[in-house]
């Protein structure tokens, strides 16, 4: 086990800290920035090597922002320590190093997470698989699109569940590298196909369902889109309170019907939907 955590390409994680909003433009290197999370007024950005004089010098010609701090964590940490199976819904969600144990099923998604988003534990990707399930419940669907994908998850879940034709798709190459590796850990490259950019010029696809745990800029513009309204079914998710009350109102003028909402904590909602 200790062998495939350390041959892991993304071991360590490299977060620099810094008070007020940060928007991160074209200054780094997409290979190395994973992605920016923001909370209170604070920013974090999680970078896949050292990039301290990078971040030093975007900074300095950013007004009202402030380098606090800036950490290292190892594999192990980011993840919060061994990696273990489990089980949501009918699916048991393993890392490689226990899948031979496990044997393969229909059930069974193996998943390295490097240090991309999407290891099934949170609420957001919970609720999603639920989402899925019921999605399914009522047919399956011939495509599906998964907009920001990370791990891939959630494509591997929709495939597993039996739709043929899955298209993934995440802004950083990180995340469609890990998804892609986790594609292939699977066996599952023929019903799922791996795309890097940008969720809007993604939207358009034709398929029957879309999925998306994304955050809420995001959100607002794919479910303006003319591509959106043309999905049979939708599931969005990674929406906080305040964001989800918007975007269940710029629902509410579309043709479309809300199914299903799941509300975690009071915090994180995510909504099931189909074309009205
Ligand atoms: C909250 S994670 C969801 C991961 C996974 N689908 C899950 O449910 O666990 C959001 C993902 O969206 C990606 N993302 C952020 N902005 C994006 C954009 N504009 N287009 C496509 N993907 C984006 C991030 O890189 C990240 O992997």
Request: aromatic letters at 10%.
């Amino acid at each position: 086990m200790t062998m495939l955590i350390s041959a892991n390409p993304y071991q360590d994680l490299y977060i620099y800290y810094l008070s007020g909003r940060f928007r991160p433009g074209s200054a780094f290197d997409p290979d190395h920035y994973i992605g920016c999370w923001e909370e209170g007024g604070f920013s974090f950005l999680f970078f896949t090597r050292p990039n301290l004089p990078l971040v030093e010098k975007a900074v300095a010609h950013l007004q009202d922002l402030v380098l606090l701090d800036h950490y290292h964590m190892t594999y192990d940490q980011w993840q919060g320590g061994d990696v273990t199976p489990q089980r949501i819904g009918r699916f048991t969600i393993s890392p490689p190093w226990y899948a031979t144990a496990l044997g393969r099923s229909d059930t069974t998604i193996i998943l390295d997470p490097g240090v991309v988003f999407g290891t099934g534990t949170h609420p957001t990707t919970r609720d999603c698989l639920e989402a899925l399930e019921l999605a399914f419940s009522g047919g399956i669907p011939e495509s599906t699109l998964d907009l920001g994908t990370g791990t891939g998850l959630l494509a591997l879940a929709a495939a597993r569940l039996g739709c043929p034709r899955v298209l993934a798709t995440d802004l950083t190459l990180l995340a469609a590298q890990t998804a892609q590796r986790n594609v292939r850990l699977n066996r599952l490259s023929r019903q799922v196909l791996v795309a890097q950019g940008d969720a809007e010029k993604f939207i358009d696809f034709t398929s029957d369902l879309v999925v998306s745990n994304i955050h809420y800029d995001i959100m607002k513009k794919l479910i303006r889109s003319t591509g959106f309204l043309q999905k049979r079914r939708f599931i969005l998710s990674g929406l906080m309170r305040s964001q989800a009350a918007r975007i269940e109102s710029t629902l509410a003028g579309l043709p479309v019907k809300i199914i299903k909402r799941w509300n975690q904590n009071g915090i994180w909602t995510t909504f099931y939907g189909e074309a009205g």
